[in-house]
């Protein structure tokens, strides 16, 4: 098995291999970010930072359901200055760290990134599709808004910048390529589809924000669509995200367009293990069908 590699290089980023952590899973502290590393991720992805700390939603904030679960955490976090106090713990062990960030005005987004660039990140997630919070996940449904953030960020940061995408929108490539057109060096695909939980016997709906984000197996389906559409229509490199749970679903991903996959719901439900077991699967499939290395099969299930 020694000749098979899982190391890829994505938009300039040199990572062990392609999997990482969805954002908002693990939170933010140096700790558990260095275990998601140690337990096989190639790279860690942070919890979303906004500029100054932010307690997000009241409880109940999560609700399993189907084949998945639905959250509205409200973008919960310490702000970006409590993060760049953690940075520094990662960075001496070699970490590849991509930080998640938002903004509540295009000014605030170029300044947590301006910020997160300068602390020594490795590369940059914009997320403008979070379905929870108001502005911040209309934002990512409007092509001309991703552009125009996409390049006020770009032109402050001299790190890779991946753009994480909407399911909720009617036409995923316009907005892809409206973010390839900002600049984006990469795009993450996707983010959580928005969706109601009830409880019958109060009678209402069970979240306090009463619609939050469903993930998870449910998620899969659409957020392989949503990749495939996005493959077809920009060249820059696509993180695939949405119920990945085994090897099997992160090869479906890497057929069907992305250059790497991220783990959400599944870390919570399998836990960290989740890591090692798709990076063995993937090693096991590709050495089966005679492939070296990742980058031969991505976007395969495009070719006639
Ligand atoms: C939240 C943010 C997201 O981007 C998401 O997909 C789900 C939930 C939140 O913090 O509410």
Not at 170 to 185: L, N, P, T, W
Not at 207 to 216: F, I, P
Not at 229 to 253: H, K, Q, T
Request: charge should be negative.
């Amino acid at each position: 098995m020694a000749e098979i590699r899982l190391a890829i290089e994505l938009a300039g980023l040199r990572l062990r291999n392609p999997t990482m952590n969805a954002a908002g899973v693990l939170g933010l502290t140096a700790g558990l970010l260095r275990r998601v590393y140690e337990e096989g991720a190639g790279a860690v992805v942070t919890k979303s930072l906004g500029l100054k700390p932010r307690m997000g939603h009241p409880n109940p904030t999560v609700v399993y359901v189907e084949a998945g679960l639905i959250n509205a955490m409200g973008l919960p976090n310490p702000g970006v200055e409590y993060f760049l106090g953690e940075l520094g713990r990662l960075k001496a062990e070699g970490i590849p760290v991509i930080a998640s960030f938002f903004g509540e005005t295009l000014e605030e987004f170029v300044e947590v990134a301006s910020r997160l660039s300068e602390g020594g990140v490795d590369a940059l997630e914009l997320n403008c599709s979070c379905p929870n919070v108001e502005g911040v996940g209309l934002l990512g449904s409007d092509p001309g808004a991703v552009e125009r953030v996409t390049e006020a960020v770009k032109g402050c940061v001299d790190v890779p910048l991946f753009v994480k995408l909407s399911p909720n929108v009617s036409d995923i490539a316009q907005v892809a390529r409206a973010a390839e057109q900002g600049g984006a060096d990469g795009l993450t695909a996707v983010n959580t589809l928005r969706a109601v939980a009830i409880d019958v016997e109060t009678r209402r709906p069970i979240l306090s924000n009463v619609t939050g984000g469903l993930s998870g197996p449910a998620l899969k389906p659409v957020a392989l669509r949503c990749v495939w559409e996005a493959a077809e229509e920009v060249e820059i490199p696509i993180i695939g995200c949405g119920g990945i749970s085994n090897w099997r679903d992160a090869v479906e991903y890497l057929l069907c367009g992305a250059s790497a996959i991220q783990v959400g719901t599944a870390v919570m439900s399998r836990g960290l293990g989740v890591f090692r077991e798709i990076d063995e699967g993937l090693r096991r499939y590709l050495e089966a069908n005679g492939f070296k290395e990742v980058s031969e099969i991505v976007g395969l299930a495009h070719k006639a």
